[in-house]
């Protein structure tokens, strides 16, 4: 059994909202989602979808998508990303789609390794960064912090892979409060998404910076192909 990641999936079976805005790669793209992910995910396999998996508003919405999801090969662990504005209730959704693990201010279990994390934001001195972000920020460190102390407590002390929606650093990939919390409990694999395009693409953290393995998952960063982490 493998673990694979893919994120901002930016599905739309409700409401037609085409992403070819940031691309020609993006016409079609559920398509290419569905033929790259049944080519390499098999039914014992798990994949973590690291937030904007839809651009439903509400629950009707976003089932088609998940009835999307469901003809997927594996297992689907899901975190929320920016856009997921149909996940406004844990308790909901885990109760309409009981079929998929939801991940928030938690974690979800994989083999020995405990799958924490949550949404991010975007960090200070980030060129997208404003005053009305600091809190947001602040909030998703203490969130994060939390997902990884519950796992611990269940005795996932030394296998922990961490999943944010948003990277872990600014555009400049200075140091923030994400990489200080990486660094604390030793984690040593990463996982995230939301960068979009190929300006956004020149200056990230994609592979191994000391000593830990960051994963962009974004689907037009990574052909639409879910990633293999383990």
């Known amino acids: 059994m493998s673990l694979y990641a893919l994120s901002d ?12 805005k940031f691309g020609d ?17 098999n039914e014992n396999d798990t994949v973590i979808i690291a937030g904007d998996v839809s651009w439903a508003m509400n629950i009707e919405e976003v089932t088609p998508d998940f009835e999307f999801i469901k003809g997927l090969n594996g297992n689907k662990i899901i975190f929320q990303g920016n856009h997921d504005y149909w996940w406004n209730s844990n308790s909901k959704v885990r109760k309409v789609f009981p079929e998929f693990t939801f991940v928030k201010n938690d974690f979800a279990i994989y083999e020995n390794y405990a799958i924490c994390g949550s949404r991010g934001w975007v960090c200070p001195n980030d060129t997208m960064f404003s005053e009305s972000d600091e809190k947001l920020y602040k909030r998703e460190i203490i969130r994060v912090g939390l997902s990884i102390e519950s796992a611990i407590k269940k005795g996932y002390k030394d296998n922990i892979i961490l999943v944010l929606h948003y990277p872990p650093v600014n555009d400049k990939k200075e140091y923030s409060e994400f990489i200080k919390l990486i660094e604390y409990y030793n984690i040593k694999n990463v ?11 020149k ?24 990633v293999k982490i383990l």
């Open 191 to 201: 996982i995230y998404g939301h960068l979009h395009g190929e300006n956004s693409f």
């Open 9 to 20: 999936l930016h599905l739309s079976m409700f409401r037609n909202k085409p992403m070819d």
């Open 203 to 226: 200056n990230i953290l994609n592979g191994k910076y000391n000593d830990v393995n960051y994963f962009l998952t974004s689907s037009d960063f990574v052909d639409f192909s879910p």
């Open 25 to 41: 790669n993006w016409k079609n793209h559920h398509e290419k989602i569905k033929f790259n992910w049944q080519k390499r995910v």
